[in-house]
C-alpha cells in the first residue's frame, strides 16, 4: 500500500522517535486548530507542512486530538503501547482510522461518536449515529455534523457561524 | 463484502436529538470532549445546551425555558 515511506494510502504521515502522526487532506474541515494552537508543527505555508521536531511529543498529541476529523490521527511507534489506549486520546488511530493499525487486531468493536464540544463555538458531531430532528430521523455513516451552541444562527439546529459575529463566549 | 454488510447491518446505537426549542439529547456510546475546559467523559446519555444561555455549560440547566 505503501508507495514512499511519508505516504500512506489516503495521505502522509510524519514520524518523531515516539508516534506517527497520519494526515488525511480529504478529511479536513479546516477547523484550523492544529496551526493555531501549535504553529511550530503544523504550518500550512511550508513544504512539508508538519516538522515534527517543533515541539515535544505530548503537545503534538494533544493539538492532533483536537482535530475534530480524522483529517490528523496518531499512533504510537511502539505497537504495544497502541492496546491501552483511554477514551481521552480521542484522535489516537484505534478510535478514527483503526485500519492504520497495521498488526493489531481491531479489538473495538464498535467505535464510540466523537462529541467535541468546540471553544466558543458548535457541537461538532462525528461517526455513525442515527440523528434527529423536527420529525425527520436520519442514519449517519461516518458522518460529521455541526449544530448551534450560541442560539443565534440562522441554520439552527447547524452551526453557520454567527456565534463569532456576536462574540459568544462559553462560560 | 455483501456478507459483512448484511451481518453488521443494525440500527446506530447512539442517538442524536434535536429537542424542539430545547436541549440537544445524546444517548448511547459516546466520547464527550470539552475543548474549552479540558474535559472529556463518555456519559450514556447527556442533554447539551443549544440556546447559549445555560449556567452550566456545555450541559442544559433549562435557562431556554425563561427565554421562549
Known sequence: MEKASNSFSGGRKYRNNDITVYWKPDACVHASYCYRELIEVFDPGRRPWVDMNGAETDRIIEVVNMCPTEALTWKWNDEERNKDISIDQTNHVIFRRPELLGTMEQSIQENPVSVKIMTDGPIVIKGDFTFQYGGNKKEIKEGIISLCRCGTGGHLPFCDGTHRKIGFEDK | ?68
Not at chain 2, 440500527?11 to 459516546?30: A, H, M, Q, R, W
Not at chain 2, 464527550?32 to 472529556?40: P, S
Request: hydrophobic letters at 25%.
Open chain 2, 1 to 68: 463484502m455483501s456478507n459483512m454488510e448484511t451481518n453488521n447491518e443494525k440500527k446506530s446505537f447512539t442517538l442524536v436529538e434535536v429537542i424542539d426549542d430545547g436541549p440537544l439529547k445524546i444517548t448511547g456510546n459516546i466520547v464527550l470532549k470539552d475543548l474549552k475546559r479540558d474535559v472529556t467523559e463518555s456519559p450514556k446519555e447527556v442533554y447539551l445546551c443549544r440556546c447559549g444561555r445555560s449556567e452550566k455549560k456545555p450541559y442544559c440547566d433549562c435557562s431556554h425555558k425563561r427565554y421562549v
